[in-house]
C-alpha cells in the first residue's frame, strides 16, 4: 500500500461496523445507504487481501485480523474525529433548524420559555416544534425529544429533567356512584382512564412499593389536559400529576398517602460526535433550565 488516498473513508466504516456489529445500524447512525457501507468494507478487503468481518449471530464481528486492524486503527480513526470536531466547535456557525418534540401540556408548562429565550438569542435558528406525545424517536442529529417513555431507546441518549409524582384522582359525582373508597384494593374495581396502554400500576407508600395492580382502562387519551377533562366530568379515576390537579376544587385525592411509581422526564437525541452547534445550544438551554422545571412540578420538595 503505497498511500493512504481512499482507505481513510472506508476504515473508517469497517471501525463502525464493528463498534456496533452491523451493517445496518452503521448506515442508519451515519445516515448513508446500507448498500455503501456494505460495498466500501468489501472494496477495502479486496484491496487488503484480508477478510475483515463474519457473521455471528445476526451481527458481524471482526475476523481474528480484523481485530487486528481495528486495534492498529481505531485509535487514530478516534483522533480524527475529536480533531474534525475540535475545528467544527470553533468554526461552525449556530444556524439550521432543529426539530423538537414534546407533549403539548409539557411545553406550555416548562419549555416554551426555553425555547423563545433560545430563538431571541439565535437568530439564524429555526425550531421545527411538534406537540404531541407520539414517541417521535429522534432519526437524525438535529431532532430532540422530551418524553417519559425511553422503552426501546437504548442507542439513544437519554438526559434527566425531573420527575413527577402522581396521586388517584376523581370526580365527586363520580364517587357518589361508589362505595367510599377505604383501601387499596378498592381503586382495582373502578373505571381507569389512561394516558396510555399501560396496564401495571405500582402504588407506592413513603417511597416503598405496596401493591402492584393490573387495570384496563375504559378510556386511553394521550394528553394529560383531554385526561383531566375526563376526570372532571365523571368518567372515571386516573392517575394524574399533582401539579396539574393542585387547587382543583373539583376532584378528590383519593388515598393521598399513596401514589404511582414517579414518573422520569427525558430529554432524547441521537449520540453524535459532529452535533450541530444550533442543537447542542438548545440541549444545554433545556438542561440548564432542569431544576427550574422539577421546582415548579415539585415545588413542596425544596
Known sequence: MDSIFGYIDDVYLFCKVVEHGSVLKTANLLGVPQSTVSRRISSLEERLGLRLLEKKGRELA????GKLVFDQLSSGIEQLEIGLGNVTEQTEQV?????????????????????????????????????????LKPQTNRELLITFDISEMDALIARPLFTARHGFFASAEYLAKCSQITHIEQLQELDWLAIDNSQKLAIYRDDALEQSMTIKPR???????????????????ASLPLRHVRGNSNLVHLLPEHYRSDRQAFLVYKDRKYQPKAVKSLIDAILSSADTMDAAVNPTSN
Open 62 to 65: 471482526a475476523t481474528e485480523i
Open 95 to 135: 444556524a439550521g433548524t432543529v426539530r423538537l418534540s414534546a407533549p403539548h401540556s409539557f411545553y406550555h408548562s416548562f419549555v416554551a420559555p426555553v425555547v423563545e429565550g433560545y430563538l431571541k438569542q439565535y437568530t439564524k435558528v429555526h425550531i421545527d416544534l411538534a406537540l404531541n406525545h407520539d414517541q
Open 219 to 237: 378510556l386511553v387519551v394521550n394528553d394529560i389536559q383531554a385526561l383531566l377533562d375526563a376526570v372532571e366530568r365523571g368518567l372515571g379515576v
